[in-house]
């Protein structure tokens, strides 16, 4: 499935409008298998109800089959952001960021947790404003978790800016290895 990860970010625009087409060439190191408690799982790009997706999900790690990537006595950071606030055509409280996990340690085919520095916010899109695009990354975190600047107010991710949010979060924190992602849509009909 990894292979098919960067023309899905492609396709759904994910690259360029949040992450930038520097990672056009990211190797990724395995999948993110997403199961929300109704069983309803995230499929790079598949239709999940808002009210499907308001708990947050199970999340599970799997590495690729013969990867040489280590990640014993390392953390990651699990990120979910929402590009499309309020909507794909209005980006003014575009990225919404709608989770951080920090510290957190993989052990493949297991959940993942971590500390978490900005709890789980299901999705919400507005009543007809489109499909919202809904994000999960993770990252190999090079810096210690205490070090990372918590995000104090979801819109933009406390910029102040329109369409910003993971891209200049990870950079001002000194995050750049990209491992996983995966992604639905939830509309608000």
Not at 61 to 69: L, R, T
Not at 91 to 113: A, Q, T, W
């Amino acid at each position: 499935m990894s292979n098919l990860i960067l023309p899905a970010l492609e396709e759904s625009e994910i690259i360029p409008d949040v992450l930038p087409v520097e990672f056009k060439t990211t190797q990724f190191k395995g999948t993110l298998d997403i199961t929300y408690p109704n069983g309803d799982k995230v499929l790079l790009g598949n239709d999940i109800t808002p009210e499907n997706s308001s708990a947050r999900p199970t999340i599970v790690f799997n590495p690729n089959a013969n990867s040489s990537f280590t990640y014993e006595n390392k953390k990651f950071i699990l990120i979910m952001t929402d590009p499309d606030a309020p909507s794909r055509t209005d980006k003014k409280y575009s990225e919404v960021c709608h989770m951080i996990e920090c510290d957190v340690e993989l052990i493949p085919g297991k959940p993942i947790n971590g500390t978490v520095m900005n709890s789980y916010i299901g999705p919400g899109p507005p009543k007809g404003a489109g499909k919202h695009r809904y994000i999960f990354l993770l990252f190999d975190q090079n810096v210690k978790g205490e070090t990372l600047k918590k995000v104090e107010n979801y819109i933009c991710w406390g910029y102040n800016e329109q369409g910003v949010g993971v891209d200049k979060w990870i950079k001002e924190n000194g995050i750049n290895d990209l491992l996983a992602v995966n992604f639905f849509y939830a509309e608000n009909k």
